[in-house]
Every structure is written in C-alpha cells, then in structure tokens.
C-alpha cells in the first residue's frame, strides 16, 4: 500500500507559487511643447489602471488630460506631482512594481507605460510602451509622437536567482511501515 501511495505521489507534480518579482521600472522622456501639463502611469495587460507614476498640477488644466483622467479618476497616490512646464523637459520617473497603495507587489506580466500630454485646447496625445515585468530586464523605446519623444522604458529585476525547488520536501508519508492507515502530506 505504501508503494502504491508512493508511486502516485511521485507520478504528481505540484506547481509551486509563483512569488512576484521586484525590481524597478524607469521611465524616460522628452516633452517639447509651451504651457503642456502632462501625466504617466501603467496599466495591466487587461487595460486597468494600476499606478500614476507623474501628474501635473497646474489648476485649471488637469482636465486637459482626458486619457489619464478616464482611466485612473485622477488618482496621484505616490504620484509625484509638479507645475505646468514651459519649455523643453525631461522626464524621469520610476516604478517599484507595487499597486496604488504601494504596499502589494503586482504579478509578473505584461504592463503598459502611458504617457499623456495635454494642452488647453488643443487635443492630447498619449504615447504608450509595453513592457514585461518579470527575472528578465528588458529596455524598450516607444515611436515619438510630438511633442513626447524619446520615450525608454527599462525594467530591472532586483535579483534573477530562482529558489530552488525539491519535491521531496512537498510530500510526507507516514508512518512507515504501517499495517493499515497511512498519512500523506503535501
């Protein structure tokens, strides 16, 4: 009996839990338009908002960025925030991979970086790049849409070690030898 309990255990294979990888995301533009207010954030693969990352303050012209306001109620939680911008300016921004609260490390997948650019009646432009948030790091560079160029985003996993796994310590049988109930745990 206890060969047969055996057997079968072995002939399973349990998937371990996946644990998120941590790591840090960076994000890096040029916006080259007067008087423009401008907000970045990411979605999930689904297209839900996950964390506003940049928002621009100036009163008045938040509603301006239509895109970022629909899709994430205007939400600046650990947001870093700053006035209008009159000229040429680079941005850059970071990631820790957490949810809006900063407290919950998101599933590894694919996510999409959004940027927003936005002036008082003129159309806004919104420039997206995709990334995968995983071990790997991955660099990608979006196609310019005036007036964001330059657009880079780049993930980095804090570490690429993978614990190491034994499938013997998954399951226990016992007692052994027995001569009428076994145990089995795992």
Known sequence: ???????????????????PTAGTLTVTSTISSGGTITAVWIDDATGTFVRTLYAGSSSGYVNELSTWSAESNQNVVNATTGATKSSIWALSYSWNGK???????????????????????????????????????????ASN??????????????STGLNEIKLGNLYSVYPNPTRSTIFVNG
């Open 99 to 141: 949810d809006k609260t900063n407290t919950t490390l998101l599933a590894d997948g694919t996510y999409t970086v959004k940027i927003e650019n936005a002036r008082q009646d003129v159309s806004p432009v919104v420039v997206t790049a995709s990334f995968t948030k995983g071990a790997a790091s991955q660099t990608v560079t």
């Open 145 to 158: 849409k005036a007036p964001i160029t330059n657009v880079t985003v780049k993930w980095v996993p804090s």
């Open 1 to 19: 009996l206890l060969f047969i309990a055996s057997a079968g255990l072995s002939a399973q294979t349990q998937s371990p839990a996946v644990t």
